[in-house]
C-alpha cells in the first residue's frame, strides 16, 4: 500500500476518498532507559534507547493506519502527518498518532 505525506501519488488520479484512518501506539519507558537517557542529557551524545522506542513506535502507528485502510478496501494512504506526545507522569510514556486518507487510485 503507498503511504505519502503528499496529498497525491505521482502519476496517478484518486477515484474515491473513503475517509480518514488512523493508528495510534503508545511507549512506556523503563528505569534503566530513563536513568541513562538522564545521564546522556548531562554529559551530551545521543540517547539510542529512545531513538529506537521512537522508531518502533512510528512503525507501529503506520502499520495500524494501512490495517485500518486495507479494511476500507484502500490503494493508498495520502497527506499522512505523524504527531508525537509525551504522556503519564513525569512524561514517562512517548504515544505516536498516524492519520492520512484512505483513497482508491484510478
Do not use: C
Not at 545521543?46 to 512510528?58: C, F, L
Amino acid at each position: 500500500m503507498i503511504v505519502t505525506t503528499t496529498p497525491s501519488v505521482d502519476g496517478r488520479t484518486v477515484s474515491e476518498y473513503l475517509g480518514i484512518v488512523s493508528g495510534e501506539a503508545i511507549m512506556g519507558a523503563n528505569i534503566f532507559r530513563d536513568f541513562f537517557a538522564g545521564i546522556r542529557d548531562i554529559v551530551g551524545g545521543r540517547a539510542g534507547s529512545w531513538e529506537t522506542v521512537m522508531q518502533q513506535a512510528r512503525e507501529e502507528a503506520l502499520a495500524e493506519m494501512r490495517h485500518h485502510a486495507a479494511r476500507l478496501g484502500a490503494d493508498a494512504v495520502v497527506g499522512v502527518q505523524l504527531n508525537f506526545n509525551a504522556l503519564g507522569a513525569s512524561d514517562s510514556m512517548l504515544m505516536v498518532a498516524a492519520s492520512g486518507t484512505a483513497v482508491k487510485l484510478g
